[in-house]
T-cell receptor, first 118, second 109 residues
């Protein structure tokens, strides 16, 4: 069972370079999320999507863009990478809408993408 | 806004019991999740509390008091493999999950 798959798993970027993180889920989930996790800061929401063709800003959206052209994919883009974007990025998806989750319908995470900007 | 607080680090002895607390201030609160995250891995679901009281799942139990904005995760008969970060997350309104900063638990022999 693939679940939520993120590519690439590791990447080193130079300041100013651009890149795209790909998240793919095979659970037919409507809702998808991008979080970043930094030491001492926990998981913080970057952007999320409530369906194909929709995106919304989270807590820390600056410096990132996202697209949801297909239901199963949620792309996170860095147009001009900065050292402050060095982080672990987690994609997640859910069957139920934000705020309506339950123990049987929770959020499923990908394995993470480690990004270093030098 | 939403605010979730939990201790940064805790240490406990193998075989002992440890309680990890979480306090939250959110609007439109629906329930409280607990996740476990081993180093270098994704968070995995442990428990979800909607109603006040204690829910037990084997060695792990979770408690919620909605009136006090308080939850705790109780781990019994600690094992070395329980060394991990434990994240609480509030399920509120129509917004995606908001996570606390996580509590790093170290289990020592």
């Amino acid at each position: 069972n693939a679940g939520v798959t993120q590519t690439p798993k590791f990447r080193v970027l130079k300041t100013g370079q651009s890149m795209t993180l790909l998240c793919a889920q095979d659970m037919n989930h409507e809702y998808m999320y991008w979080y970043r996790q930094d030491p001492g800061m926990g998981l913080r929401l970057i952007h999320y999507s409530v369906g194909e063709g929709t995106t919304a800003k989270g807590e820390v959206p600056d410096g990132y863009n996202v697209s949801r052209l297909k239901k199963q994919n949620f792309l996170l883009g860095l147009e001009s990478a900065a050292p402050s974007q060095t982080s672990v990025y987690f994609c997640a998806s859910s069957y139920t809408p934000p705020g309506r989750m339950s123990s049987g319908n929770t959020i499923y995470f990908g394995e993470g993408s480690w990004l270093t900007v030098v | 806004g939403q605010n979730i607080d939990q201790p940064t680090e805790m240490t406990a002895t193998e075989g002992a019991i440890v309680q990890i607390n979480c306090t939250y201030q959110t609007s439109g609160f629906n329930g409280l999740f607990w996740y476990q995250q081993h180093a270098g891995e994704a968070p995995t679901f442990l428990s979800y509390n909607v109603l006040d009281g204690l829910e037990e799942k084997g060695r792990f139990s979770s408690f919620l008091s909605r009136s006090k904005g308080y939850s705790y995760l109780l781990l019994k008969e600690l094992q070395m493999k329980d060394s991990a970060s434990y994240l609480c997350a509030a399920n509120s309104g129509n917004t995606p999950l908001v996570f606390g900063k996580g509590t790093r638990l170290s289990v020592i022999a």
